[in-house]
C-alpha cells in the first residue's frame, strides 16, 4: 500500500498548483476562482525511490451550503482516506477564520498533520509563518507550489517515516 496524502484547506490556498506539483501533471483544475475543484481527485507522484498517492480536494470555507456542503464532505473523506493531512494556507493571505475552523477539526483526527504556508514567494517567510504557529499544528513549513519551491523537501520530509 502506498501512502496516502491529503490536500486540504481553504479554495483558492493553491491545493491544485501543489497537487499538480507533486503528480507531475497538469490534471488538477487550477484556477483564480474560489473552488474549481469539487470532487476530490487521486494522483500517483514520486520522490527518490518512494512512490506516494496523493488527494486533492475542493476546500472547505468554513461556510458550507449548498455545492460547498459536497465540497466540505469531499475533504473530510480525503482526511479519511489519508496517513498524512498537508493542511495549506496562504502565506499572502494571512491567517482566516476558516483557517481556525479547519485546524480546529484537525487537531481532534488522529492523522499526521503538516502545515503548509503557501505563495511565500516575494514575501517574508518568517512574518508570514508567525501568523500560523497559533494554530497550533506545530511548525508551519513555507512552499511556494507556483514555483514548485519546497515542494520536494516538504514530500521526503513527510514520508521519511514509510
Ligand atoms: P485551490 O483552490 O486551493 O486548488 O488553489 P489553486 O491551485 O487553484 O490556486 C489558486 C490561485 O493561487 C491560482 O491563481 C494559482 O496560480 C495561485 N497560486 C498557487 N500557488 C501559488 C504560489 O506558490 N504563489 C503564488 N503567488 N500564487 C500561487
Ligand atoms: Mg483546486
Redesign the pocket.
Known amino acids: 500500500m502506498l501512502p496516502v496524502i491529503a490536500?486540504v484547506?481553504?479554495?483558492?490556498?493553491?491545493?491544485?498548483?501543489?497537487?499538480?506539483r507533486m503528480t507531475n501533471t497538469r490534471d488538477?483544475?487550477?484556477?483564480?476562482?474560489?473552488?474549481?475543484?469539487r470532487d476530490r481527485k487521486y494522483g500517483e507522484g514520486k520522490v527518490g525511490e518512494q512512490s506516494y498517492i496523493v488527494i486533492?480536494?475542493?476546500?472547505i470555507s468554513g461556510d458550507e451550503k449548498g455545492i460547498d456542503h459536497e465540497m466540505a464532505s469531499q475533504s473530510l473523506q480525503a482526511i479519511e482516506d489519508a496517513d498524512v493531512v498537508f493542511f495549506?494556507v496562504?502565506g499572502?493571505a494571512g491567517l482566516m477564520p476558516a483557517d481556525a475552523l479547519i485546524a480546529d477539526y484537525l487537531r481532534r483526527t488522529e492523522k499526521t498533520i503538516y502545515l503548509v504556508v503557501?505563495?511565500?514567494?516575494?514575501i517574508d517567510p518568517d512574518v508570514a509563518m508567525s501568523d500560523f504557529h497559533t494554530l497550533g499544528l506545530g511548525e508551519p513549513i513555507p512552499?511556494?507550489?507556483?514555483?514548485n519551491?519546497g515542494v520536494t523537501v516538504l514530500t521526503e520530509y513527510c514520508l521519511s517515516g514509510f
Open positions: 490536500l484547506g481553504r479554495p483558492n490556498v493553491g491545493k491544485s498548483t501543489l497537487f499538480n488538477a483544475l487550477v484556477a483564480d476562482m474560489p473552488g474549481v475543484t486533492d480536494t475542493g476546500g495549506m496562504d499572502r503557501n505563495k511565500t514567494d516575494g512552499v511556494a507550489a507556483a514555483h519551491r
